[in-house]
Structure formats: C-alpha cells, structure tokens
C-alpha cells in the first residue's frame, strides 16, 4: 500500500503484524486517513495477519481493527490520545530497514509453523541480512557436544526405538505392482519391505523411487513397459526389469541399492544411522530372527532418522545447555541446502521449482539431483507447496498413471491428485518450515515428529526459500560425515 501524498517524497515499505488472531483483522492510521485497510493472512498462519504499508519517513499512528473492535498491541509503543489507545512508529529520514512490528509473544493456540520471534528481527530491505549477533562457540566445545551424542548413540540399542503399539506392512514379491502401489498410498507410507515366500525371507524394499523409474519409463516412447503389463507384472518381475534401470543410473553416479540394508534389534543406533546414510534409504527394518541361521525372520520395525533423532531430542531435552552445538543458529553450522550468494557462484544450487513445471521435470530432478523432495515457489521464490518423492504414489489411485503426460501434467495437477477433500481430518500440513536463525536443538526438535523428513528454510514474513535443511543433513552434521 502506498501511502505517499506528494510526488517525490521517500516511502519506506514497513509491515504490520497482527499475530493474535481473528476472522478479519483491519489496519488504520493516521497514514490511511483513518480508514481501514485490509490485511491478509500469512499464508499457512492463519492466525498472523500481515500487511506492508510504504511510509513517508515520520511519526505515525495506527490501531488494528479485529473482527469490528478497535485493539492496539500492547507490545509495541503506544500513547493514550483524543480517539483512545494507538500504536505509535516513527520512522527516521534516510532508513534502509524495513522495520518488523510485531508482538514478541504469540498467543496460546497459535498454529504458525514459523517462530513468530523472527519476524521480529529488523530485515536490511536491499539484502535481507538478519541483524543478529549469532552465538559462536570454541572447536572445543563444538567437539564435547559431538562426542557426547555419539557416546549415547553407540551405547543405546536399535529396540529402544521400538514404539508401544504400531504395525509394520509388508508386501509380497508376487503382489501385482500396481496393486503394491495402491496399498503404498493408502497406507500412507513411503516404502515397505518385500517378503519372497519361497526363500522364506525379505529380500529387498518398494519405495516411492521404484514408482519414480515407473513412470518414466512409462513415459519413454522406447520402453518396453506398458500400462497392461503393469497391471499383471509383479514385485519381482519389476525388480529383475529394474537392474538394467540401476545400471543406467549408476553410470549417472545415482546410488541404488542392489540389497536389503536391515538392522538387529541388538544394533546401537548409531549403527542404525549410519547404515541410513550410507546406503541412501529412507529407513532401515529391525529385523530379529530366533535362529542362528537366520530362518523365520520377524520384521520388528522400520527404524528411521526421525526415530533416533526422537531418541536424542528426548534425552537432551532438559540439558541441551550442556551442548553448546544444539544452541547455534543452523546458518551457523556446515548442514542444509542453501540458496547461493552472489559471492558463491561454485556453490551446488537449491533445487526449487514453478507449480507451472510439468511433473516429468520433477521426476527427472528428484532422480537426478538425488534428492528427496523440491520447494515449490513463485516468482519471487516465495514458499508455495514441496513436491517430494512420496507424492508420486497419489498416480497410483483410481489409476491416475494411465491417463496422465508426464511432460503435460504440471506440478500444481499432480498435488491435487493427492489431496483428499473428505479426509476427516481436514487438510494435512505440507510445508514445515524454520528460520535461519533457528538453534540447532529446535530444528531436531521439528524433524523428529512424525511425517517431517525436510525443514523449508524461509525468510521471515515473505516466506521466500533460503535453504533446506534434511534429516541426514543434522546426522552427517552430528556424525562427522
């Protein structure tokens, strides 16, 4: 909004927040003319209200009008006057900041992903710097932190991530592939372990990957792979047709692994960890067996790095003090994905892409730049959705694959294909988020929940991608790797 009244004169874009909630939150100031200006809802905030307002350099007054009553924040500065209680902002001549207002406390309840703390912050408008004196700490104490987690994750066992209660599927090898794929995404899962019935043992997994090389081949006018064999090709027969796909993809240096990577319930976790990373999966079954042997294998569970680092998070919650590497800033330390500054043009860049992009570009990404999951953003590279491999399996319902071009389909069709508008429990959060300046204990506190494998690195308020930060970032951080 631009609130200059005489040509020339220097404005100086400044936002508002309103972080309390409300249906319709109002702005009105002595800028408006005291009338009420509308302002919008931080996209997946609901209750953080935000505008930006251009200001001639001055004193300004303003008041927020929330749902028709007139309200001030009692966090920022404000005087009584003739109309009541308002707001006071004054901005300086010359000013190249974009001055953040906004309550440093939310209130209870509040469903905003992003720490509203950090909207705080003064932004330098022409580089977006965070003005921040960022906590340093020795290599000494760097190392102590360091050493001590890995003595806890080599002296605790892969059972202790076992839940209380739970369920493992399985899929048998002679399962139709299609019909593996329908139950992947159903159950909401990204992968499953194959049983052979007549080796009596698992002998491998079907992930969301196997669907990703599917589906291009699919897509290849060359392939020998048709929708009508999908319908009838089982497990097996898909992964003896995949080992010429593997070859391929290791000559590109994309690494597949050719066997089952399992763990014993008796494996610390550190074991379990680095079997994860080293082998590029996304989780790792616990598997016990009765007999030397190996015979009638029990699958236990499907250990993850959200689980260890459940572990971790559980047993440094009330100490994390006495780890001086949990409390800096991730933008402090070596982990994460980040988007190159002008100063770093040999830097590996961020994969993002435009919802605009067709769904065959996102595959071909998500293989080749071996990663996991794509920002979706605008053109001002403002966090929309995330693509990840997971989502693939949405083509699996009511046969989508059949109907679909890849080079046609864009990003922006394929996730609406996964959405599910009868879903009981409403629409399920996509994009989990931090902030740069976010210590390292809070970004493993977020990705030990459940269902969260990636962290979107956003710019405070405009939501814009300044990195991503993965599970396996934080354990080749933590590992030494």
Not at 43 to 60: A, D, I, R
Not at 210 to 222: K, P, Q, S, T, V
Not at 299 to 320: D, N, Q
Request: with cysteine.
């Amino acid at each position: 909004m631009d609130c200059g009244r005489e040509s020339g004169t220097v404005l100086i874009p400044t936002r508002f927040v309103w972080p309390y909630g409300g249906r319709s939150v109002y702005i009105s100031g002595s800028f408006t003319g005291w009338t009420q200006w509308p302002m919008t809802p931080l996209e997946g905030c609901p209750n953080v209200f935000q505008t930006v307002c251009s200001l001639p350099p001055g004193y300004h007054e303003y008041k927020y009008v929330v749902d028709g009553e007139w309200r001030h924040d009692e966090h920022q500065p404000f005087i009584n006057s003739n109309i009541g209680t308002v707001n006071t902002v004054l901005l300086p001549m010359g000013s190249d900041y974009l001055p953040a207002i906004v309550s440093p406390q939310m209130p209870p309840g509040s469903s905003m992903d992003v720490d509203v703390e950090t909207i705080q912050h003064v932004v330098r408008v022409s580089d977006s710097t965070l003005h921040d004196p960022y906590r340093r700490i020795s290599e000494e104490d760097l190392q102590m932190s360091l050493h001590r987690i890995a003595v806890y994750m080599s002296t605790h066992m892969a059972y202790e991530l076992l839940p209380e209660s739970g369920k493992v599927i399985a899929l048998d090898v002679d399962l139709p592939v299609k019909q593996a794929f329908r139950i992947l995404h159903e159950q909401g899962i990204p992968m499953a372990p194959l049983w052979d019935f007549s080796k009596g043992k698992f002998v491998g997994v079907l992930s969301a990957l196997d669907f990703i090389l599917i589906m291009r081949e699919l897509g290849n006018h060359g392939s020998n792979l048709t929708e009508e064999e999908l319908e009838t090709h089982t497990i097996s027969a898909w992964k003896e047709a995949k080992s010429y796909l593997n070859r391929q993809l290791n000559e590109q240096q994309v690494a597949v692994s050719g066997h089952l990577v399992h763990a014993g319930p008796d494996d610390n976790i550190k074991e379990v960890a680095l079997k994860i990373l080293q082998n590029n999966v996304a989780t790792v079954p616990i598997i016990h067996s009765p007999s030397e042997d190996g015979s009638y294998p029990q699958l236990l569970h499907l250990a993850s790095l959200s689980g260890v680092l459940k572990c971790l998070c559980r047993h440094f919650r009330h100490s994390p003090g006495s780890l001086p590497a949990l409390q800096m800033p991730i933008c402090e330390i070596p982990v994460g994905t980040w988007v190159p500054k002008i100063e770093e043009p040999n830097v590996r860049p961020l994969a993002v892409l435009r919802p605009s992009a067709s769904l065959g570009a996102a595959l071909n990404l998500l293989v080749q730049a071996r990663v996991s999951s794509i920002p979706i953003v605008d053109d001002n590279d403002t966090l929309l959705d995330v693509y990840s491999r997971s989502d693939i399996t949405a083509l699996a319902k009511d046969k989508s694959y059949v109907h679909i071009n890849l080079d046609e389909m864009t990003i922006h069709q394929a996730l609406q294909l996964g959405e599910n508008p009868h879903s009981p429990y409403g629409s399920i959060q996509r994009c989990f988020m931090c902030l740069r300046s976010d210590p390292l204990f809070k970004v493993m506190e977020k990705l030990s929940k459940p269902g969260v494998r990636r962290l979107i690195v956003v710019e405070a308020g405009s939501k814009r991608v300044e990195g991503i930060v993965s599970l396996s970032d934080i354990f080749r951080f933590l590992l030494g790797l």
